[in-house]
């Protein structure tokens, strides 16, 4: 892991963000002279590099006001190359251990519900959490990644040292709370979502298996399941459901209205 401040490496950082979120190196999602300003602030701007000093993999950090020690994960991203090999798990453990060693003890960040490797890896395998569905909280971002679409978020929230979280990092291991095998409250019918009746205790909420290459096939069915699972998702949540898992095998979000 390497510190991004400097100049060539802020260039760097810029050009790798434009090539993971696939924009026109003109547009990138972060200038490298805002890398640097942000670096110099004292913030965490951190890449994980290969052998040969390629970025694998950066994140951009923001401190909180001060007197409240929570940091605000504004952009993470790992390289297509490096998926599956546990970089952005190591980032995600050096991003920790900076903010423990700075009297941080939340680190919180959005992700897009739609994606399922994101929603796996920030609720199972960080033991994460999430309470609030943010409508179209970015505004209209028009990247590769995000395409046209309205860009809804999950705010996810890191208790650094919550049990589930050092038992995520330390041990590798996620312990998932038990609850009743859910039913599903929104499914998928090949690339289309299907809302069901289900008002059980615990329900599934579906997603995409892959909505990136969903946007690019078919805008319209992407679009189709972003309104519904803003409606399921998003509305439970503001009934005071809780999210307690993301569960790949099902596909989708596991909720409960049960007692913690």
Same mark, same amino acid.
């Given at each position: 892991m390497q510190t991004l401040g400097p100049t060539a490496r802020s260039v760097a950082c810029e050009r790798f963000l434009c090539e993971v979120w696939r924009t026109d190196p003109d547009r990138p999602p972060i200038p490298a002279d805002v890398i640097t300003a942000i670096a110099d602030a004292g913030n965490y701007v951190v890449g994980a590099l290969d052998e040969t000093d390629g970025l694998l993999a950066a994140a951009i950090g923001l401190w909180g006001p001060p007197g409240r020690p929570v940091m605000h994960s504004h952009i993470a991203g790992v390289h297509a190359a490096a998926r599956g090999r546990d970089v952005g798990f190591a980032l995600k453990l050096d991003q920790r251990a900076h903010a423990l060693e700075n009297?941080?003890?939340?680190? /919180? #960040?959005? *992700?897009?519900?739609?994606? @399922?490797?994101?929603? =796996? *890896?920030?609720?199972?395998?960080?033991?994460?959490?999430?309470?609030?569905?943010?409508?179209? =909280?970015?505004?209209?971002l028009s990247d590769g990644v995000n395409g046209t679409d309205d860009s809804d978020r999950l705010l996810?929230? #890191? !208790?650094?040292?919550?049990?589930?979280?050092? @038992?995520?990092?330390?041990?590798?291991?996620?312990?998932?709370?038990?609850v009743p095998t859910p039913r599903a409250r929104l499914i998928a019918d090949g690339d289309r979502p299907v809302p069901c009746p289900a008002d059980d205790e /615990?329900?599934?909420?579906?997603?995409? @298996?892959d909505i990136e290459d969903l946007r690019r096939r078919d805008p319209a069915a992407a679009r189709d399941w972003r309104l519904a699972v803003r409606d399921a998702l998003g509305g439970l949540l503001a009934d005071g459901a809780r999210l307690v !898992? *993301? !569960?790949?095998?099902?596909?989708g979000y596991v909720l409960t209205r049960g007692e913690r």
């Open positions: 009297g941080g003890a939340q680190i /919180t #960040w959005t *992700f897009d519900p739609l994606v @399922a490797r994101n929603a =796996h *890896f920030n609720l199972r395998k960080l033991a994460g959490t999430a309470d609030e569905y943010l409508v179209d =909280h970015y505004g209209r996810l929230r #890191w !208790d650094l040292l919550a049990a589930p979280v050092r @038992a995520a990092c330390d041990e590798g291991v996620r312990r998932v709370p038990a /615990t329900v599934l909420v579906a997603v995409p @298996a !898992d *993301f !569960d790949r095998s099902a596909g």
